[in-house]
């Protein structure tokens, strides 16, 4: 196995471009090393992005944040301004494995480990997110719904890497919230996980995201669900809106972890709780 | 094999090392630095035996390459007590019996000063999530949560 350590992305990216054989990038290592660990991806060429300027900085970006992707989840959670803006995705991150983890654990880890299960991607497909990927043929900028393809697999190309997150300017009357349904209290992986993010007009509901993971391939954007809540005052009609909208969008698995009814009904059940979070935290708590 | 040449300080002291690319930090303080403090239980960052500080970070060292450590500062359980004088947490570990086997004990040991650096007056809810990461198959957690709550007391009294 290589070992690099490139103090640019676009010397990642070339050395990801050229290399031949299993490539992975490393920043926090906490899927990486399982995995190296467990036979399951030995990679031939390790690229180390840790070395590269303003990979571990929170920074103020069009009144919204960017994100670097050695950013840890403890760092976030340290914030002091993150959490008041982004509270769900910066809840969603926290929840994933125990103390040690959070100290190496990332956003972009987590999205580009490709798990439908990844905790911290429907708070931030919910919030808006995007991201940066560098390429050896130039920039460009993805939606975080955009990047999972599958179980384990993303649209990112050869050679390509994300450089960065940005999460959109929170502005007023806005608030997000994720809740995720796991049968213990800690440490574990969501059964089903949802994100909302809701802006308000009034008492209204003027813009909505919802979205769900571990109920499909990818992580899911629910349209259905965010037209559900739109223009209502979060009331118990809408919310059952809201529950239909949110189970009839999934497409899960049975396995140990949970059945596809069960998946299937948790799903709507999170959507409104998630939704009556987020629209507290939008200052329409009645 | 190319090895990789490491410059790193651990518990206070610059230490070299030359690693294989896979091997973990974990290896490396065990295998070639001879610090056996800190224990492979399960190797996928699940049990937290392997505890250590990574620029006062706690972290898994099975999760983390050696190579990684070039430029850093790593604490492990054998920088915890000062000479011959046990650390209070040690102290009160052993008074409560707070150990069986003591394979998971340097890991829970390395957390809970980690916690007690970041929050001199955690709740016992606190503690509990704190170490949830850090696995014991013998005595139960209660004897560990409660060293830990009294050590924190002693500490706050002393201070």
Known sequence: MQYHTPGSFDDAATIAAKAEGVTRFLAGGTDVLVQLRADMVTPDVLIDIKHIDGVSDIAREDGGWRIGVAVTGAEMTEHPELDKEWPGVVEAMDLIGSTQIQGRATLVGNLCNGSPAADSVPAMIAAGASVSVVGPDGSRTIKVEDVPTGPGRTSLEKGEVVSAVHLPARGDNGGDAYLRFIPRTEMDIAVVGCGVNLRLDGDRVAEARVSLGAVAPTVLLVEEAAQAVIGTTLDAAALEALSAAASAACKPINDKRGTIEFRTHVAGVLAKRAAKIAYDRAGGAK | ?159
């Open chain 2, 1 to 159: 094999m190319t090895m990789i040449h490491v410059t790193t300080t651990v518990n206070g002291d610059e230490v070299e090392f030359l690693c294989d690319p896979r091997e973990t930090l974990l290896d490396v303080l065990r295998d070639r630095l001879a610090l056996t403090g800190a224990k492979e239980g399960c190797g996928t960052g699940d049990c937290g035996a392997c505890s250590v500080t990574v620029d006062d970070r706690l972290v898994c060292s099975c999760l983390m390459l050696g190579a990684e450590a070039e430029g850093k500062s790593i604490g492990t359980i054998e920088g915890m007590a000062d000479g011959e004088a046990l650390h209070p947490l040690q102290e009160k570990f052993i008074e409560y019996a707070a150990l069986q086997c003591g394979v998971c004990t340097p890991g829970v040991l390395v957390a809970t000063e980690a916690l007690l650096k970041k929050n001199p007056d955690p709740t016992e809810t606190e503690v509990r999530y704190w170490l949830a990461g850090n696995l014991c198959r013998c005595t139960g957690y209660d004897k560990i949560i409660r060293a830990v709550l009294d050590t924190a007391a002693d500490l706050r009294k002393a201070s």
